[in-house]
C-alpha cells in the first residue's frame, strides 16, 4: 500500500503539471516574452509524454518497476528544477520537453505497478482510485496554478514538484522491491525512436493543424513522416529480439480491440474538452472562470463513477458492459448536445456534464483494467504503455479532425447567414469568438447563435458516430470473467 501511494502520488504529479500551467501561462508570457511561443509551453509536454510512453513500460517489464520510476521521477524533478529558473521562453520550453519525458514514465510506470501490485480482479479497485485523482488533478490544476502564481509567483508552480518528489523518491526507493534481472537484456532503441518519431509527428500534425494561419508545408509533410516512422516502426518489431511493443500482443483479441477502441475514446472525449469550452462561452457569455464551474461535475460523476466501476470488477470480475453503456450515454449525450441553444438552462449543461463524467468514469480506467487482465504478465507495461499512448494520439488527432468537421460545417452555415448578420461577421462564423458575440445587438445575436449552433451541431453529430464506432467495438470484447488471481 505504501508503494501504491507513492504511486499515485507520482501519477498525481504528472497529470497535474498538464493543467496547472494553464492559469500561470498569461504571466509566464508576460515576464519572459515570446507571445508567439505561448503554446509550446503546454504542447512540449504533451508531445514528450506522448513519445516516451512505450519505452516506459518496456523498460519496467525488462528491468523492473522500481529503477525506472525512480528514473523517471530524477528526470521529472529535474526538468520542473529548470523550469522554475527558466530565463527564457525557449529554455522554459527546452524544461518542459525534460520534464514531459519523465512526466511520461509517471504515467505508465504507476499504471504497471497497480498492475504488478495487485491481483487481477483488485486492480479495477485501486485503477478507479487512480481514476479519481486523475479527476482531482483536472479539477485542482488550473486552480492550484492560479493561486500559486497570485501567491508565490510562476516559478513555484514548477519548484512545488521538488519537495513532493523527493519525498515520493524517497518512499518508493525504500518500499519498493527490486526485481532481480535474470537475462541480458537488449534494447529495442530503433524501434523505440521510430515510435516517438511517428507519435511525435501525428500528435504535433493535430496541434498545428489547427493554428489560424492555415496549411503550410508542414501540415502536409507531418502526416507523411508519421506514416512512414510507423510502417517502418512495423517492420523493425517484426525483426527485433525484444521489441519495445510486442506485436504479438495484438494477435489477442482483447487488446486489439481496446486498443481501438482508446483511440476512439480519446478522440470523443478527451478530445472533446476544448470544444465544450469555446461553444459554452459562446453561447452563453459566460467568461472562462464561469464556464470552468460546468466542468466540475463532469469530473466529480467521473471520479464517483471510477470508484464504483472498479469495486464492481472486484466483486464480479464482469467489465464488458460498462465501456458499451458508456459509449451508449456518450452518443446519447452529443445527440442532447444538439437540441441545446442561448436559452439553454445553465442547470441543463450542467446536467449534460455530469453525464458525460459518468461516460467517462465506466470507460478509461476499465479499459486499462481489461487489457491488463488480457496481457501476459511479463508484458504487462508494454500492454499498458500502448493503451495509454492510443488515448494520447486519439485526443490529439479528436482535436484536429473534430475541429475541421467544424470549421466545414460553420462555413456552410456562413454561406446561409443575412446579409446583415453577415456584415457584423468580418471574419465569419469560424471567427466567432465569445467576446463578439457579446458584442452584437440581440436580434443579430440571436440570429447568429443560431447558425453558429447549427454549424456545431454537425460535429457534435460526428462525434455521436465515433462513439457508436466505439460501442460496436466494444461489443465485440469477450463477456469473460477476471479470475480472481492471477
Known amino acids: 500500500m505504501l508503494v501504491y501511494f507513492g504511486a499515485l502520488i507520482a501519477m498525481f504529479m504528472a497529470s497535474m503539471d498538464m493543467q496547472i500551467v494553464v492559469t500561470a501561462l498569461p504571466t509566464i508570457a508576460g515576464e519572459l516574452g515570446n507571445l508567439h511561443l505561448f503554446g509550446w509551453v503546454g504542447s512540449a509536454y504533451l508531445l514528450s509524454t506522448a513519445a516516451v510512453s512505450p519505452f516506459y513500460g518496456k523498460l519496467g517489464d525488462m528491468y523492473g518497476r522500481k529503477i525506472v520510476v525512480m528514473t523517471a521521477i530524477v528526470l521529472f524533478l529535474i526538468g520542473s528544477a529548470i523550469c522554475g529558473m527558466a530565463w527564457s521562453m525557449e529554455s522554459l520550453i527546452a524544461a518542459r520537453v525534460l520534464q514531459g519525458i519523465g512526466g511520461g514514465g509517471l504515467m505508465v510506470s504507476a499504471f504497471a505497478m497497480i498492475g504488478e501490485l495487485f491481483g487481477p480482479r483488485d486492480r479495477a479497485k485501486y485503477q478507479g482510485y487512480t481514476s479519481a485523482v486523475f479527476a482531482l488533478s483536472s479539477i485542482l490544476g488550473p486552480v492550484a496554478g492560479g493561486y500559486i502564481t497570485d501567491l508565490f509567483g510562476w516559478r513555484w508552480v514548477f519548484l512545488v514538484n521538488l519537495p513532493i518528489g ?30 516517438a518519431i511517428a507519435t511525435t509527428a501525428i500528435v504535433y500534425w493535430s496541434d498545428h493543424v489547427l493554428d489560424p494561419g492555415g496549411p503550410d508545408l508542414l501540415t502536409f509533410i507531418l502526416p507523411v513522416i508519421g506514416i512512414a516512422a510507423g510502417i517502418a516502426f512495423v517492420r523493425v518489431e517484426n525483426r527485433s529480439v525484444e521489441p519495445i511493443i510486442p506485436l504479438r500482443l ?17 478522440a470523443s ?100 483494467v481489461a487489457i491488463q487482465a488480457a496481457a501476459p504478465p511479463s508484458d504487462i507495461g508494454a500492454a499498458t504503455g500502448v493503451v495509454t499512448q492510443a488515448r494520447t494520439v486519439g485526443a490529439s488527432l479528436g482535436l484536429a479532425v473534430n475541429g475541421a468537421v467544424m470549421t466545414w460545417a460553420l462555413n456552410v452555415q456562413n454561406s446561409l447567414l443575412p446579409a446583415d448578420a453577415a456584415a457584423a461577421l468580418p471574419g465569419g462564423l469560424t471567427g466567432l469568438s465569445p467576446h463578439i458575440a457579446a458584442a452584437l445587438s440581440p436580434e443579430a445575436r440571436q440570429v447568429v447563435l443560431g447558425h453558429y449552433s447549427a454549424g456545431i451541431n454537425v460535429m457534435f453529430l460526428w462525434v455521436a458516430a465515433m462513439y457508436v464506432a466505439a460501442m460496436v467495438l466494444t461489443i465485440l470484447l469477450k463477456d469473460v470473467q477476471i479470475p480472481k488471481r492471477a
Open 250 to 266: 495484438f494477435k489477442n483479441h482483447t487488446i486489439s480491440i481496446v486498443s481501438g477502441v482508446s483511440v476512439l475514446a480519446g
Open 269 to 368: 472525449t478527451l478530445g472533446m474538452f476544448f470544444y465544450f469550452a469555446l461553444y459554452f462561452q459562446t453561447l452563453t457569455g459566460l467568461g472562462p472562470a464561469e464556464v470552468g464551474f460546468l466542468f466540475l461535475p463532469a469530473s466529480a460523476t467521473s471520479m464517483v463513477v471510477s470508484v464504483i466501476a472498479g469495486r464492481i470488477i472486484a466483486t464480479t470480475g464482469r467489465y464488458k458492459w460498462m465501456p458499451v453503456v458508456a459509449m451508449a450515454v456518450g452518443a446519447a449525450l452529443m445527440v442532447g448536445f444538439t437540441f441545446i441553444n442561448s436559452a439553454t438552462s445553465l442547470w441543463v449543461l450542467g446536467i449534460m456534464m455530469a453525464v458525460f463524467g459518468i461516460s467517462m468514469g465506466l470507460q478509461f480506467q476499465v479499459l486499462m
Open 166 to 195: 523527493i519525498v515520493v523518491l524517497f518512499v518508493i526507493g525504500a518500499a519498493m522491491k527490486r526485481k532481480f534481472v535474470e537475462k541480458q537484456h537488449k534494447v529495442d532503441w530503433l524501434g523505440g525512436v521510430l515510435i
